[in-house]
C-alpha cells in the first residue's frame, strides 16, 4: 500500500519522508494552490462580463467565490495528480492553523481523489510527533475552512471597493485592508500626537547621600519627591500641552534647585521610615507567536517578518514547534521535558512541585494548540542543537524561555527608605528604593528584555544601607537636573503588534505581513527602530476616517475578528457574516456596498493638505509631498503663483514646523536664480530645483519656436544651487561633450545619465569614474576606457565602504558598498539595498542581517520552473480543446459525484437541516 503524504513546504519534504519510511510518498503543495483571481486577465471566461466578475466573488449569489489555480501552480498541481494516480490512499498534512485547513481542503476540490482521503495534523517535526499524527487522523475541518475563506472573502471585498476610491482622490496604487488601514491609523494618530505635543521643562536633583563608614554601601540614591509637603512635578505631571495636570505638584526651575542643592550639601537629613516587603516575581509564560517577535525585536532588533523567517526555517527542521499561535500551553510531554532539564541543569531547588500551567490572555485563543518550545521530547541544548547565526540565537530564545517558564519563583526584598530634612527653612523629603534577590529562580535562566532602555530588568539589584528609623545621613552629591517632557514613542514593530493584539485586531500569524503591507505601500518607513508615517498616510486616513469611518474604527474591526472565530467554531455561518458586511445587519444598516454606493463628493485637495499656519501647508502631490508657502508675483506675466519646496524623504511629519517649512521655502522648487548671461549665445542662464533635484538652464527667447528646446543640465553631486557660478554653469551645458572619436572613426560623447556619468560610442556605453572626467576627459584617454574588455551587465566593481563581518546564514564575509542604485550591503551571493532611514556611516552588522534575510525570502523563482509551468499550461489547454462538450459535461457529473468535498457540504446541510 503507498500513501501520498502532502506538506505545505518542500523544506518539510524530506525530513517527514524520512520519519514515515517505506510505504509513503511525500510532496508539498507549495503554499496555497488556489486564489482568487489576482486580476482580470485570470477570471474564467464565463464568469467575464458579469458585474461581479471583477471581485471574484458570486455577491448575488450566497457570495461564492471563483478560484483559480495561481499559473506557477499548475505544474506542482499535474504532478501530484500524477502521485496519486499511483497512490492507495491521501493524507493531508498540511499546517494546523486556518490556512493550512483551506489548503488541504483546496487540494481536495482540485485533486478531486478516488482513493480514501485522511487529514493529519501535528504541531512539531520529530518522529514521534509525524506518526502519532499518522495514528490519529480525522476530517478536514470545514468550520476553519469557512473561517479561512470568509476572511479572504472579506478582505477581498474591502480592497476592491476601497482601494479604487483612494486612486481617484488620493493617488493611483493605493491599497486599504481591513487590518492594514486600521494598523496604519494606529501609527498616525501617534504621530498626530507627537505633532500636537508641547514639551515642558522641570527641574529635579540627582541626589546621593552618605550613610558613614560603618555602613555598606556608605554612599547611595535617592529622589527629591516633596518640598514643604507639595509633590515635585515629574514628567507624568504635565499634559501633552506642556501644562502641569494639577496645580497642588510643586515644578522647580533651575534656581529654585539649585538653591536647595546648596542648601543640602553637607546637611544631616533624618531617616524618617524603613520599610521592607518580600519581593516575589514569577516566570513569564512560554512564547506565543507575538511574544516571540516582541522579544526578538528587543533583544535582536529583529523586524516581525526576520523573526518569522527564522522561526519557520527552525520548525521546518524540527527544533521548535510550530510558530503561529495564540496558544500559551505547553502539552505533558513538553512539561516533563521541560521539567527533568531545569533538574539536570540547575538542580532540584529551581523546580516547583508541580508543573505550571499557563493561560493564555489572548480572546479565543486556541488552548488546544501549544506554545512555541523546543521540539521533541527531550529538548536540545542551543550547544547542543548544531545550529549557528539566527537560528541559533531564536532557539537559544525559545529555549531559555520554556525552560524559565518552568522554574520556581524569584524571591527577595524590597526596601524603601524616608528621608527628611530641612533646605534653608523648607522641609524636603527624599526616597530611596532598593531591591535585593535573595533567590533568583527562573531569572537564572531568562530576563525579559523592555521597550523602555531606562526601564530596571527584573534581575538588576539595588543595595541599600541597613539603616533604621532616626539614624541621619549627609548630603554627599546633589546636582540640579533639568528634563524636558518627551511625546510619546512611536511605535517599533514590537509595540505595534502588542498595541494590534491589546486592542484583539488581526490574528498573530498575519502582523508581520501587515507590517511589512505598509511598508512596501509607503505609507510607513523606519527610522531605526521606529515606524514613521509618510504624508501620504496622512491623506489616507483622513478619507478613511471621514468617508469610512466604520471599516478603521478599532472596536468594529475587534468585533469582526471575534466574528471570524465563531465562524471557526461552528457558531456563526459564512454567508451571513459576509452578508452583513455587505448589506448592513439589525439596526446598522450601512454596509460596504452603500458606503461606497452613497460616497459625497470627496475635495480631493482638501484631504491632501494639512495647513502649518501662516498661509504655508504641506500638500501630498502626484510625485510626493511638498511645502506650498504664500503667493508671490511672478516677474515674467504679473501672475500670483504659489512658492513650492520638497519636503526631503527622511523629514518626519512631526519635524516639519512652521519654521522648517519656512526655510525650505527659501529655496523653494521651480524658483529660479538669475547666474547671468552664456558668454556665446547671449541667452540667460537660471538655477532652480526640480523634480529630479537642482539643474542648470538656457531660457529660450519669448518668439522661440514651440519645437525649440533649452540646454539643460543637472548639476553634479558635489555643487549646490547655493554655491553655483555661471561658469560652473556655462561648463555643464556643454554636456553631453564630444570627447573625439574611437579608432574605428566613431564619435565618443562624455554624458551624466541616471547611473552616474559615462562614455557613448554608438550603442556602447562605458561607466567613468567621476563626474569631472565628462568635462575634463581627452580622446585619449576615451579611447583607453573603450580598450579595455566590456564588462557586461554590471560596472566594475567597487570597493567596500564597510565590513560588517560574517553573514549568520550563509557564511560568507558582509560588506557595505555604493552601487548604481545606491547603498548596499552583500554577502557575495544575495545584494540587498539599504532603505531611506538606514544611515551607510552607522549601519549595524545587525541590521545588514535584516536586510539580507528580507532579500533571500524574496528570492525569485527559478527561470526553469516557469517555462515547466507555462508548457505544462499549453498541455493541458491543448488537451482540454481535444475534448467534446459532451464529455466535458459528462466528465464534470462524474467528478462531482465522486468529490469529497462535495460530500462534506452534503452532510453539513443535512446535519443543519
Known sequence: MTSLVIVESPNKVRSIAGYLGDGYVVDSSVGHIRDLPQGADQVPAKYKGLPWARLGVDIENGFDPVYVVAPDKKSQITKLKRLLKEADELVLATDEDREGEAIAWHLLDELKPKVPVKRIVFNEITKEAIQRAISNPRDVDMDLVDAQETRRILDRLYGYEVSPVLWKKVMSGLSAGRVQSVATRLVVERERERMAFRSASYWDLDATFDASEKHDPRLFPARLVTVDGRKIATGSAFGPDGQLKSADVACLDEAQATALAAALRGQPLTVGSVEAKPYTRKPYAPFRTTTMQQEASRKFGWGAARTMQVAQRLYEGGFITYMRTDSVTLSQTALAAARAQVAELYGGDYLPDQARVYTGKVKNAQEAHE???????????????????????LYELVWKRTIASQMKDARGEQLSIKLSGDAGGQAVEFTASGRTITFHGFLKAYVESSEDPQAQGDDQQTKLPSLVEGDTVLGHELTPSGHQTKPPARYTEASLIKELEDREIGRPSTYASIINTIQNRGYVYKKGTALVPAWIAFSVVRLMEQHFSRLVDYSFTARLEDVLDQVAHGNEQRVAVLQGFWDGTGEDQTGLKKLVENLPDIDARGLSTFELGEDVAVRVGRYGPYVEGPPLVDGKDGEKVPTRANIPEDLPPDELTLEKAQELLKNPAGQEQLLG??????????????????????????DAPKSAKPRTSSLFKTMSLDTITLDD????????????????????????????PYLKKGSDSRSIESEEQLLTMTEA?????????KTYGRRAAAAPLKELGDDPVSGQPIVLKDGRFGPYVTDGEHNASLRKADDPQTITPERAHELLAERRAKAPAKKGAKKSAKKTAKKTAKKAAKKSPAKKTAAKKTAAKKSPVKKTAAKKAAASD
Open 371 to 393: 506554545a512555541i518550545r523546543p521540539a521533541g521530547e527531550r529538548f536540545r541544548t542551543p550547544s547542543d542543537s548544531g545550529l549557528s547565526g539566527d537560528e541559533r540565537k
Open 677 to 702: 548671461q552664456h558668454p556665446e549665445t547671449g541667452l540667460d542662464v537660471i538655477a532652480r530645483n526640480g523634480r529630479f533635484g537642482p539643474y542648470v538652464q538656457e531660457k529660450l527667447p519669448d
Open 729 to 756: 554653469a556655462v561648463r555643464l551645458l556643454t554636456l553631453p561633450r564630444v570627447v573625439g572619436t574611437g579608432e574605428d572613426g566613431e564619435e565618443i560623447t562624455a554624458q551624466n545619465g541616471r547611473y552616474g
Open 781 to 789: 584617454e576615451a579611447r583607453a576606457v573603450y580598450a579595455q574588455p
